[in-house]
DNA sequence: TGATTGTCTACTAATTTTATAGACAATAAG
DNA sequence: CTTATTGTCTATAAAATTAGTAGACAATCA
């Protein structure tokens, strides 16, 4: 299948998790995550100002300014990062409820079989991504990381 | 998100219904399912090949040839339609089970939160397209279908 | 032998993804 | 109020992928 999660997608949500393992109050600059996280800082720029713009993250320009989360980490689904940057989950447009569109090609939408199937998938990615929150993602990082990971060289 | 079924995997899909609502011992040409289907006819070529190549059809070339299922319906899952038409089902690559490929840019596969969810998007696809054979798409497309709708003009 | 139908390779066009460049705007510190 | 810093935004370009086409070739039947 061509890629669900582009590089966009991945970035952001990897940009998201650092955000939500800051301090409550503390701030990081765009700079500093994309070092972190290997994510080229122009492309970061421009995928935390969709987030931004989605109204997950607030930012402060000028010395001393950066990013954190608007809201709970745990309010944040990560199906709401994905729509924000790479648009409805569905893997056809015919499945999809926020961006239905019919293909050219099918003659009736109603007995169309790829789009029955279609709306299955769609339906147990929006089951995973809408029942996993950003807080979540940070627990299992932590859960899977090495005891004492923090204090090896 | 990008597409995860493309034109390619839905004309494949949809070609393959068609030939799964042949009587047994038919078969039909590939301008026929083209032209029926709304398919370009070069493109399907293309795409009946590699089902074929992945034994899914069976084919017989001069006059009177055509395409034809290679095993029945019900033993054709959509998930090895799909693979066979766009590959691995996983929405990133880390994620995969048969194509398995770590980011450049991940630090640490194992505390990785977007590998985390992408396992649990990939294992709900899977769920899905692996559990529904071309069989169900046949009697889905009857089932929605009006009553007597192969009888109005 | 000739018409028909699938097989296969090579190629092109269109679209999407993945960035990069650079001007601009706001803010803090001196 | 000037300067350095950091986010904002538009425009553009390179790379990759998808979508489709062209045309020669191979097998089969009448």
Chains 1, 2 share one sequence.
Do not use: W
């Not at 299948?1 to 590089?7: F, G, I, Q, R």
């Amino acid at each position: 299948m061509a890629p669900v999660l582009t590089n966009k997608g991945k970035y952001g949500l990897k940009a998201i998790v650092h955000l939500a393992r800051l301090e409550a109050g503390e701030t990081a600059q765009v700079a500093d995550v994309a070092q972190r996280n290997n994510i080229p800082k122009k492309f970061l720029d421009a995928i935390l100002l969709d987030l931004r713009n989605a109204g997950m993250l607030r930012s402060k320009k000028g010395p001393g300014g950066g990013y954190a989360l608007a809201k709970p980490a745990r309010s944040i689904k990560v199906g709401a990062v994905i729509r924000a940057l790479e648009g409805p989950i569905a893997p056809i447009a015919c499945a999809s409820r926020s961006a239905f569109r019919a293909c050219e090609d099918c003659g009736d939408i109603a007995t169309c079989p790829v789009r029955s199937v279609m709306s299955d998938v769609r339906d147990a990615i929006a089951g995973v991504v809408d029942n996993t929150t950003v807080a979540d993602l940070v627990q299992r990082s932590i859960a899977n990381a090495p005891v004492h990971a923090d204090y090896t060289i």
